[in-house]
């Protein structure tokens, strides 16, 4: 569990980099998620940002990680919601480090479904120890996290000819 853990971390790392980086497509992307003003749409994105960090770093810290992985998932979970709620819009969710305006469906509202799901698994198992193989593990993970990322952004005709069509 130590490598999901570090995984995980890593996710949340990115994430709140992410948001560090492109502040003003993810403002925008809050404001069309959430229906805020432009304001409390930054002053949110600026919270997750923060809350995410904290979660990563109680992650990696083996008396804090199962709380860190208790509030990793309640932030995935907050965030699976309101793309719930938005289903069917077309938005840019700053989901990915494109911007990419998409309908939310089912695979973008279980992106982060399936990492509160891993989060809290994470958070209920027994505490285990670092090895050499945690890190390569962790990153593994994250490479597939990507790479799955990647493949559900493709467009439609993408998936059903398995190339794009002319």
Known sequence: MV????????VLIGAAAHKAV?????????????????????LMLALAAVLEGLAALALL??????????GAALI???????LLR?????LDC????????????TAMILRPAGLAVLAF?????PPAAWSIETPFAAAALLALWFAASELAALPARH????????
């Open 86 to 90: 938005r289903r069917g819009a077309v």
């Open 61 to 70: 810290i083996p008396a804090t990680s199962p709380a860190g992985a208790a």
């Open 94 to 105: 700053g989901c990915d480090f494109a911007a990419r305006d998409k309908p939310v469906g």
């Open 3 to 10: 490598a999901l853990a570090l995984f995980l971390a890593l």
């Open 121 to 125: 698994v994470c958070a209920l198992a």
């Open 22 to 42: 492109q502040r003003e497509r993810l403002t925008h992307a809050v404001q069309s998620l959430l229906g805020l003003a432009a304001p409390m749409a930054a």
């Open 76 to 82: 995935w979970t907050l965030y699976a919601l309101a």
């Open 159 to 166: 998936h059903r000819h398995g190339r794009a069509s002319s």
